[in-house]
């Protein structure tokens, strides 16, 4: 489900629990996004950013998200996640489908950990392929999807 700045409080649960659980995955960390930040203002703040915010659920609980941010020439895919008990039943698929459908005819590019061989797999069936080179300063590899 695409979402937009009045549905923060589901981003808010999943993100959190992304970060707290799987910090290895992100560059990111929980303690950009808690404590004195962690305000409905800063989560709408967010969400209107330009760009497109999906959420999925399993029934009425939120269980996974990925954003997409336009730029010129491309689309980045970002903050991808699936809870450990939703993995392996194509949510992550669809969550990436949602940014390929959403950048149109534009490439999408994405950075992921060097060593999220799970993360790499997926993007890779789905028709992204690893930028040549070294990880960057962060351990992220870029990859992209043309």
């Known amino acids: 489900m695409q979402i937009g700045p009045d549905e923060w409080a ?3 649960h999943v993100r959190i629990r992304a ?3 799987n ?8 303690t950009l996004w808690t404590g004195p930040r962690d305000t409905e203002g800063n989560w709408r703040e ?3 950013a330009p760009g497109s915010y999906f959420v999925a659920y399993d029934g009425e609980v939120p269980v996974g998200m990925v ?3 336009p730029n010129d020439d491309s689309v980045e895919l970002f903050s991808m996640w699936v809870a450990p008990e939703s993995r392996h039943r194509g949510i992550g698929g669809r969550l990436i489908a949602e940014v390929i459908e959403c950048a149109g005819d534009k490439p999408v590019t994405l950075r992921v950990m060097d060593d999220n061989l799970a993360a790499i797999a997926a993007y890779e069936s789905r028709g992204f392929v690893p930028d040549a080179g070294d990880a960057d300063r962060e351990g992220c590899r870029a990859m992209n999807r043309p």
């Open 19 to 21: 970060l707290t659980e």
């Open 67 to 69: 954003a997409a941010s």
């Open 23 to 30: 910090p290895e995955a992100f560059a990111s960390s929980v």
């Open 46 to 48: 967010r969400l209107s």
């Open 10 to 12: 589901d981003w808010r």
